[in-house]
């Protein structure tokens, strides 16, 4: 993976000694609350409903065992022994202190991390796939480029005061895993008729209170002009998007007002000035970038393991979990193990320092020393050897995070909702939780089939409900929560914008709609293959009205 | 019946302004206003208390009286006053006894 070269240990090291500074300055009273707030939000930290918040980032969802050691530490020393695993595949510690964040942020620049664009309105962490660099149907690893656009955004001068924040992701694979059509500037890596790797870019997708699927600029964006046409872009929407109106200020809504061609047009234009200077990407440096992210030496072994055979046969668990949590990788005899931070009636996301420990223990052990953290708030050992599964499965069981349930009902993102976010207007977690419990034995997840439930607690949508198979939006309704249902959402290749079905559910009767809605799912669903969302796109949603609401509604 | 909330500064813990200007962390030990002025004057109190660097951020919220306590109306604030309903072992709730 990538290692600090002396610009960054040095950049971060001087970020880290200006905050010391300025808490020490805000508690010593010379920087009042307005002037101290936007320099703590720099680095990541945020005032919640309960303390503050410390979010810190996790580039392109990438850590290794010493890493996520120290995240364990510091969850240890100087949290409540827990962390929060966010979807921009960040780190979230919800009870530090202001007085420690200094000594918590050198802790992190020993190891090489920090929480710098974590919030504001810049460029935040770039995501990529979680199964970057492993997977079977990927074109290249995403990484690199992430890599790459992680230094030239790092405290970019002329994106430091952006009209909002802004967002990209990245994936090396046609299957989008990174959920690239929602987010400000989505890349999807591609390869030309020369073989020439290069980039699908879309531009303008988004949750939030408005949301909507990317426009692509681009079919095929040659490598070397990756920074210079991002350049562009961010160009083009520092000067033209508004800035009159937090609820209008993203790349969207210029999108959308401006029209897709106009806008365009401008791009083109801006990256006309610039193509040829100091952001063409010379091709010695990429190549010098990507000899970072070189794959661990695996040995190619037999496709089949006897031992995980066997092992299935006799225990209906481990067979659940093989079935769930694997991801085809790219060297036979391997694959990718998603362990599920979603145990059964669980928080979603949420590790202990003694989990994080344990996952820094098996990735040195059987991962080759990688860790991923997905958007979809699970963790995953991408380079694993097929005959260490019955090993590696036992070892989660007791520390756990053995569910089998990746990809399945049970697998939900929650944001976190108002038991701890400032924002929110509803409670996220409970929800989650009620239905993990309601669909969480093994045969009914087994039988629904693939089913993602996303849950936000406002209109924010950091638990990406808009793209949920079934989103749960939650409000408040007469100082009562109340909760908003969506269907045919999805954050795949094929995107779409999930459909509000119809009146809300109060928190009491929420948990009965959805099974209302599985069972419509399963009642008409034309077999085992046809995915609740498969079906959804096929009838439409009169079928699920009419079992939520009855005849006319 | 109104109170004023806000957050500690040095560790973000939620506090309500108590008798005589000082900030207490239990709602129960709140000091009520009622009435435009008298909250006013509170928050002008607790405007210096942000001045003296010993809060953030300080409203004004609604209370009521349950049992012979004071409880906020809100669910928001329900939760501020006690700590996230998903961890019980976490928060003001985890420690029934201290101020």
């Given at each position: 993976m990538y290692r600090y070269d002396e610009f960054d240990h040095s950049f971060v090291n001087?970020?880290?000694?200006?905050?010391?500074?300025?808490?020490?300055?805000?508690?010593?009273?010379?920087?009042?609350?307005?002037?101290?707030?936007?320099?703590?939000?720099?680095?990541?930290?945020?005032?919640?409903?309960?303390?503050?918040?410390l979010r810190v980032a996790i580039p392109y969802?990438?850590?290794?065992?010493?890493?996520?050691?120290?995240?364990?530490?510091?969850?240890?020393?100087?949290?409540?022994?827990?962390?929060?695993?966010?979807?921009?595949?960040?780190?979230?510690?919800?009870?530090?202190?202001?007085?420690?964040?200094?000594?918590?942020?050198?802790?992190l620049a020993e190891v090489e991390m920090h929480a710098i664009q974590t919030s504001g309105n810049c460029i935040?962490?770039?995501?990529?796939?979680?199964?970057?660099?492993?997977?079977?149907?990927?074109?290249?690893?995403?990484?690199?480029?992430?890599?790459?656009?992680?230094?030239?955004?790092s405290l970019h001068p002329e994106f430091?005061?952006?009209?909002?924040?802004?967002?990209?992701?990245?994936?090396?694979?046609?299957?989008?895993?990174?959920?690239?059509?929602?987010?400000?500037i989505g890349l999807q890596l591609a390869r030309n008729e020369a073989g020439e790797i290069g980039f699908v870019v879309y531009v303008g997708g988004g949750l939030g209170r408005t949301p909507m699927i990317g426009r692509k600029v681009r079919d095929f964006l040659p490598e070397e002009d990756l920074l210079a046409y991002s350049e562009a872009i961010l160009r083009v929407y520092n000067r033209y998007g508004r800035r009159d109106n937090k609820y209008k200020a993203r790349i969207k809504i210029l999108v959308h007002e401006t029209g897709l061609d106009e806008l365009k047009a401008d791009i083109e234009a801006e990256f006309e000035k610039i193509r040829h200077g100091v952001l063409r990407l010379p091709d010695e440096e990429v190549r010098r970038i990507e000899a970072y992210f070189a794959p661990p030496p695996l040995e190619v072994l037999a496709p089949v393991s006897d031992k995980v055979e066997a092992r299935t046969a006799a225990d209906p668990a481990f067979a659940q979990f093989i079935a769930h949590n694997l991801n085809p990788?790219?060297?036979?005899?391997?694959?990718?193990?998603?362990?599920?931070?979603?145990?059964?009636?669980?928080?979603?996301?949420?590790?202990?320092?003694?989990?994080?420990?344990?996952?820094a223990d098996l990735a040195a052990t059987y991962g080759h020393d990688e860790i991923r953290i997905s958007h979809e708030q699970n963790v995953i050992l991408p380079h694993v050897?097929?005959?260490?599964?019955?090993?590696?499965?036992?070892?989660?069981?007791?520390?756990?995070?053995?569910?089998?349930?990746?990809?399945?009902?049970?697998?939900?993102?929650a944001c976190p909702g108002m038991d701890y976010c400032a924002l929110a207007t509803a409670r996220s977690i409970p929800v989650a939780q009620r239905i993990s419990d309601r669909f969480g034995t093994p045969d009914r997840q087994a039988e629904i089939g693939e089913l993602k439930i996303k849950i936000s607690g406002c209109i924010n949508a950091c638990g990406h409900h808009h793209v949920g198979h079934i989103g749960i939006l939650g409000l408040e309704k007469k100082g009562e929560e109340f909760y908003q249902i969506t269907l045919g959402g999805s954050a795949n290749e094929n995107a779409s914008i999930g459909e509000i079905v119809g009146r809300g559910f109060s928190s009491d009767d929420v948990v009965d709609a959805i099974e209302t809605l599985v069972d419509t799912y399963l009642g008409l669903r034309v077999g085992r293959e046809e995915t609740f969302l498969d079906a959804y796109r096929r009838v439409g949603d009169a079928p699920f009205k009419e079992a939520l609401y009855g005849t006319g509604a | 019946m109104k109170v004023i909330t806000a957050n500690r500064l040095l560790d973000g813990e939620v506090v309500w302004l108590g008798d005589g200007g000082t900030w207490v962390e239990r709602v129960a030990r709140a000091a009520v206003f009622d009435g435009k002025d008298a909250v006013a004057a509170a928050l002008q109190v607790a405007d210096q208390a942000v001045a003296d660097q010993k809060i953030v951020g300080p409203y004004e919220m609604d209370v009521t009286e349950e049992d012979g306590r004071l409880v906020p109306v809100r669910l928001r604030e329900r939760i501020r006053a006690t700590g996230p309903t998903t961890h019980p072992d976490l928060g003001k709730q985890a420690h029934p006894v201290s101020i």
């Open positions: 001087q970020r880290t000694e200006q905050f010391k500074d300025q808490v020490r300055r805000r508690l010593a009273g010379e920087l009042s609350e307005d002037e101290f707030k936007p320099l703590r939000l720099m680095n990541g930290l945020y005032l919640q409903l309960h303390a503050y918040m969802g990438t850590l290794n065992s010493r890493q996520m050691r120290k995240l364990a530490h510091i969850a240890r020393t100087y949290d409540r022994s827990y962390g929060h695993f966010t979807t921009r595949q960040n780190i979230q510690f919800n009870w530090p202190k202001l007085e420690d964040t200094p000594a918590i942020l050198e802790e935040r962490n770039v995501t990529a796939d979680h199964f970057a660099g492993a997977a079977a149907d990927e074109i290249a690893d995403p990484r690199p480029y992430a890599e790459i656009l992680r230094q030239w955004s430091s005061f952006l009209p909002r924040k802004f967002k990209i992701a990245i994936t090396g694979a046609p299957n989008d895993r990174a959920a690239v059509q929602v987010h400000d990788h790219r060297v036979p005899g391997h694959t990718s193990v998603t362990l599920s931070m979603k145990p059964i009636g669980g928080i979603p996301g949420d590790a202990s320092d003694v989990q994080m420990d344990v996952i050897k097929l005959d260490d599964l019955p090993a590696l499965f036992d070892r989660l069981v007791a520390a756990g995070i053995a569910e089998g349930n990746a990809g399945l009902i049970t697998d939900i993102i | -």
